[in-house]
């Protein structure tokens, strides 16, 4: 886990110490990674979660396309995973969330997270691409939605 994911939040005061970490979905490969978060929001419809899922841990799936508009259905599958995000972050969780590069759809979930815990939308989009990397949120559609 790079610093600068670890500690995407690290300005923010989150309920209980909680964290949120965005990351690829090779990262969630590895046991070890998996260990340290109390839940994971696998994004990625491509990609099966029950391969690295471990026992005692909460696992989400919800599979989304990178597309630009999104496909049927993708859009209320994000906000209802957010809803889960930002509950679990509430409740002072560690969440993971991933998709298959850590770049769009993982940071539309967690983006509409922190909007649910009443982030502004342009501290959340500057937050996730100093821990992601400029190319993040490069979906138009799913940049729309965290900012509005």
């Known amino acids: 886990m790079n610093a600068s994911t670890c500690d995407m939040l690290a300005s923010m005061r989150l309920p209980g110490g909680a964290r949120l970490v965005i990351e690829g979905h090779k990262f969630a490969s590895e046991t070890k990674n998996l260990e340290r978060f109390h839940t994971w929001v696998a994004c990625a419809f491509e990609l099966n979660p029950g391969y690295f899922a471990l026992e005692n841990r909460l696992t989400l799936w919800c599979p989304l396309d990178d597309r630009n508009p999104p496909r049927r259905g993708d859009i209320p599958r994000a906000q209802q995973a957010a809803s889960f995000v930002a509950e679990q972050l509430q409740n002072g969780k560690h969440v993971l969330v991933t998709c298959a590069m850590g770049l769009n759809r ?9 909007r649910l815990m009443d982030v502004p939308g342009e501290k959340v989009v500057r937050l996730i691409r100093e821990a992601r990397g400029p190319l993040s949120l490069n979906n138009r559609a799913f940049l729309e939605l965290v900012l509005s």
């Open 106 to 114: 993982s940071a539309l979930v967690a983006g509409l997270a922190l």
